[in-house]
C-alpha cells in the first residue's frame, strides 16, 4: 500500500510539472513574423529588418529572416582607426521550393578579406544596404546585440560572364 501511494505521488509531481514548463513555453516570446506587403519598412527598395525578424516577401515569392550581426569591427563614433571595419550580417533566405541558405552580408566589399556586400540566391542578389546603432566608444559591440537594425536590397541578379558556373 505504501508503494502504490509513493507512486501515486511521483505521477501528480511529474504531471503538474509538464503544466508548469508549458505555461513558461507559452510565456516566451516567439520570433517576430511578419507578411511584407510594401509597407513603411520599406524606403526607396531598401527593406528593413530588426535582429531575429523573419518576413515573407510575397513579390519574391520568399522568405528572408535577419539572424544576427555575426561580427562587428566597425571603427566607433569618435574614435581614430587606421581600418573602417565592417558587419557582417546573417541573413537567412528560403524560397517555397529552395532549402535555406544563410548569407553573410557585409556592410562594405573586402574580396581579400572575404567580406562581400552583395550574394546571389536564386537568381536574386541581395545587397546590404544599412546597418544600425554605429558603435559608440563608450559603448562595445556586445552591448548593441539585439538592438541592430539592417536595410537589405534584392534585385534581379546579372548573368555572369564566367562560362565555368551554370
Not at 74 to 80: F, I, K, M
Not at 110 to 126: M, V
Not at 139 to 156: C, V
Amino acid at each position: 500500500m505504501f508503494h502504490k501511494a509513493i507512486a501515486l505521488s511521483l505521477g501528480i509531481l511529474a504531471l503538474t510539472g509538464c503544466d508548469a514548463q508549458k505555461k513558461v513555453k507559452n510565456e516566451t516570446k516567439p520570433s517576430e513574423m511578419t507578411s511584407d506587403t510594401r509597407t513603411a519598412n520599406r524606403k526607396e527598395g531598401i527593406i528593413y529588418f530588426k535582429e531575429g525578424e523573419n518576413k515573407f516577401l510575397k513579390e519574391y515569392q520568399m522568405n528572408v529572416t535577419f539572424n544576427t550581426i555575426s561580427e562587428d569591427s566597425r571603427c566607433p563614433e569618435g574614435v581614430n582607426c587606421i581600418w573602417a571595419g565592417v558587419a557582417v550580417a546573417q541573413v537567412e533566405v528560403m524560397g517555397v521550393a529552395t532549402r535555406p541558405r544563410i548569407l553573410n552580408l557585409a556592410s562594405a566589399d573586402f574580396p581579400g578579406r572575404n567580406y562581400h556586400q552583395s550574394e546571389t540566391f536564386n537568381g536574386l542578389t541581395f545587397t546590404l544596404q544599412e546597418v544600425t546603432p554605429y558603435p559608440k566608444a563608450e559603448m562595445g559591440a556586445k552591448d548593441l546585440a539585439g538592438k541592430y537594425k539592417i536595410g537589405i536590397s534584392i534585385t534581379a541578379a546579372k548573368e555572369s560572364s564566367d562560362t565555368t558556373r551554370k
